[in-house]
């Protein structure tokens, strides 16, 4: 009595074959549509709002900075309130 395994060998070439080609067909689609939206968004108008947006974004961030680096770090607005303030607690009567 022979105990072999019957081994079973299947080719699909074909199958594999005509996959790789739909893959390759949808990702040509896929970057042909990724393309479309680009194109479709990145008018020179669109980029000009969105560079007009960050700007604005960043200037304001910029200024805020400064005013409170201004007030809280150095400079004459962080001398004046220090005064302000010391001059105040002076006047203050404190109860215990």
């Known amino acids: 009595m022979n105990n072999t395994i019957p081994i079973l060998r299947v080719e699909l070439q074909h199958a594999s ?3 790789m080609i739909a893959i390759e067909d949808e990702l040509l ?3 042909k ?4 939206a680009v194109q479709a968004i990145c008018t020179p ?6 560079v007009q947006q960050a700007v604005k974004t960043q200037l304001d961030a910029a200024i805020t900075r400064e005013v409170k680096n201004y007030f809280y770090y150095s400079g004459e ?4 309130i ?8 002076k006047e203050q009567e404190f109860e215990i």
């Not at 549509?33 to 479309?36: G, L, M, N, P, R």
């Not at 108008?45 to 969105?50: P, R």
């Not at 607005?77 to 004046?80: D, K, L, N, P, T």
């Open 17 to 19: 074959h005509a996959i």
């Open 29 to 31: 689609k896929l970057d």
């Open 33 to 36: 549509d990724i393309h479309e």
């Open 45 to 50: 108008e669109y980029v000009q709002k969105v």
């Open 77 to 80: 607005g962080h001398a004046i």
């Open 82 to 89: 220090k005064k302000a303030v010391a001059k105040r607690l």
